[in-house]
């Protein structure tokens, strides 16, 4: 009997011992945006079939590497086996690293799901045994703010540079995450082409590329922050190996750099003499208020155009609005702006144009318009005045004016009333029979007369319905139209704004061009293009937007991007269009 408990014994330990595990092990659960995961798969059983998770936000740059290891302790058997991999984070933020999963003796076995934390990219100590040449020391994302201490609605520029030395080379680099401007109103600078230029840099001899450049007005006071520009380099390092001929050996490498936050501490707009109708401009302007006319006839208007020039917040305030006698009657106002935003910030002229329309006869003053901005020269608030502007209204009827006499109500102008008819004209009630008559005759003729009209519209019909190159061509710019409205439609879908470029832009090769979707290779389009006497900067822009559609619609992507994106290619399309 203890002979038969003790095998029980041994055999409920043996199962147990048996037991399958397989678990997911990381290296750290928080880690900065530039710094590598490690993550193991271990199982404690020779599972099939792996299946490793889709590491979503996370890049691999090692792995999977395999162990497997087996040993014998007091005569009891172990064994392991370990999928490893290395991941580089791509993002910020919670990140959940999900299951993975084997098969062992048909069943399935799966890991729990991970939650990794990435913070900002962190300052990494370099290993002091390391001799050969590192990015660290060689590579660096640098913000210059122009200004740190500004007034609300002065503007700022943020220019954002990447230093790297002589010793290392750049190859690609990839933006992890923009930069981001709350309580700014910000505007980027397009670069067209990058260009490597020099520089010093922490005393030293740099290589520099400006990558981006933006344009910001803060809207509040107060301690503001401009969140990092963070980037993902690969680049080429020299080793301390050189190959057969004696040249240095290169070996690529990548590399994760941040601009680093930067704080802003916005001043407030003083209080002390600020006017009252101040609406928020700052910067040097001129204030003008012009009508197009003076002196006007019955039934003539006018424009008055209240207009502020100069350099400042331009988009960012409002103009006066003008007060006109109740006999002008004032339209609402037509806003226009000429604005341009170079580094230095906006500069060019905003205003609104009101249409005005007489309804009487008489001099009509239109009282002085002012307008107030804060000037940062001077850092005091000045006033500008326009005079006052006298319409004269040269004819038409007289407003009615009230007597003098005791009896207000009396109305003494009667010349309103003179457009009312005095006289009745009487006409005869007898009319002329309709058999007969020329209108008769006309109506019964009118189907001889309209017969060739009709041979002739249907001839032509059949001549244009026979017309299949010009008929595919007018439908190819139909279509084109049709697709690049229906982009304009889509621009808040990513997705389906691209698909709807995409065809918008091949109807419109169809169109001009005259072939079909089979013939439309790159070296063709180009050719064909080109013997149009298109200009080459032009079809070079056309065939790149076209061939970025595709890729454009999988790639992240802002809102801004893909309004950059609708304007280029009306610009093109226009353009090419004018040239062909």
């Not at 005569?75 to 984070?89: C, M, Q």
């Amino acid at each position: 009997m203890k002979r038969f408990i003790a095998a029980i014994v041994l055999m409920v330990c043996s199962s147990l011992s048996a037991q399958v595990q397989f678990e997911a092990r990381v290296s750290k659960t928080t880690l900065g945006l530039n710094e590598r995961l490690r993550i193991d798969f271990i199982m404690n059983v020779d599972g099939d079939n792996f299946n490793q998770p889709s590491f979503d936000g996370f890049r691999i740059i090692a792995g999977p590497s395999q162990q497997v290891s087996q040993s014998w302790v007091n005569g009891r058997s172990s064994f392991e086996k370990v999928y490893s991999y290395f991941l580089l984070p791509n993002q910020k933020g919670a990140l959940i690293i999900k299951q993975a999963a084997i098969e062992y003796n048909g069943q399935i076995y799966r890991t729990s799901p991970i939650r990794i934390n990435v913070t900002a990219a962190t300052a990494q100590p370099r290993d002091p045994n390391d001799t050969q040449i590192s990015a660290d020391d060689n590579l660096y994302l640098v913000a210059d703010v122009s200004k740190t201490n500004p007034y609300v609605n002065e503007p700022i520029t943020v220019v954002y540079k990447l230093y790297f030395s002589y010793n290392i080379g750049i190859t690609n680099w990839r933006e992890l995450n923009k930069p981001k401007y709350n309580d700014f109103w910000s505007q980027n600078i397009d670069i067209k082409q990058l260009v490597a230029q020099e520089g010093m840099f922490k005393g030293e001899k740099y290589r520099y590329v400006v990558l981006r450049k933006t344009v910001l007005y803060p809207q509040k006071s107060g301690k503001l922050a401009i969140e990092p520009l963070s980037l993902d380099i690969d680049v080429q390092l020299p080793t301390n190996q050189r190959n057969m001929y004696g040249q240095v050996v290169v070996k690529d490498g990548s590399k994760r750099v941040s601009a680093g936050s930067k704080i802003i501490t916005v001043k407030a707009l003083p209080e002390a003499g600020k006017p009252e109708d101040f609406s928020g401009a700052v910067g040097n302007f001129n204030f003008k208020v012009t009508p197009t006319k003076t002196d006007l006839k019955n039934g003539e208007s006018l424009d008055l155009v209240v207009s502020v020039t100069g350099k400042g917040n331009m988009k960012l305030f409002s103009l006066p609005k003008p007060i006109v006698p109740n006999a002008l009657e004032m339209y609402d106002a037509v806003h226009n702006e000429k604005v341009d935003t170079p580094l230095s910030g906006m500069v060019g002229k905003v205003s609104d144009s009101y249409t005005i329309i007489p309804q009487y006869k008489g001099n009509y003053p239109i009282k002085p318009l002012r307008f107030s901005y804060f000037d940062l020269g001077s850092g005091k608030y000045k006033t500008l005045s326009s005079p006052e502007i006298m319409i004269n209204v040269l004819d038409g009827p007289t407003a009615a004016v009230a007597s003098n006499s005791s009896d207000k109500n009396k109305i003494t102008n009667l010349e309103q009333f003179k457009y009312i008819k005095l006289k009745t004209k009487l006409l005869n009630i007898d009319k002329e029979d309709f058999f007969g008559s020329n209108l008769y005759l006309g109506l019964m003729f009118l189907p001889f007369l309209i017969l060739p009209v009709i041979v002739l519209v249907k001839k032509k019909k059949e001549a244009i319905d026979g017309d299949v190159t010009g008929n595919r061509i007018k439908m190819n710019n139909k279509l084109a139209k049709k697709y690049l409205s229906e982009a304009k439609k889509q621009i808040n879908n990513k997705e389906l704004f691209y698909i709807a470029l995409e065809k918008a832009m091949h109807n419109f090769l169809k169109a001009k061009l005259h072939i079909e979707t089979s013939e439309m290779s790159k070296d063709n389009i180009q050719e064909l293009l080109l013997s149009k006497k298109a200009n080459p900067q032009a079809v070079s822009d056309f065939i790149t937007l076209t061939e970025n559609c595709e890729v454009a619609r999988y790639a992240p992507s802002s809102s801004v991007a893909i309004q950059q994106d609708f304007d280029k290619a009306v610009l093109i399309i226009s353009d090419l269009e004018k040239q062909i």
